[in-house]
């Protein structure tokens, strides 16, 4: 039962990260800020979640990342 409840859970999220991406393309405090923002503050994806979630959805092909350099050089 509770290794549903987490399948459940995860599919939840990949779908908020998902929709998240469908209005473009962004980093992930961008994903986490969209999901707090959409949901009143009812959920967030905490970084020790969202990152994972983010290299898993690639490897299914679902996602696309690169790297760059931001506006501070980061």
Known sequence: MARERVSILK???DLLI???LSWGP???YGVSYWVRQVTAD???IQEGVLYPALHRLEEKGWIDSEWG???NNR
């Open 11 to 13: 599919g939840a999220m």
């Open 18 to 20: 998902l929709k998240a």
């Open 26 to 28: 962004m980093h992930g």
């Open 42 to 44: 009812t959920f967030e």
């Open 69 to 71: 350099v931001s506006e």
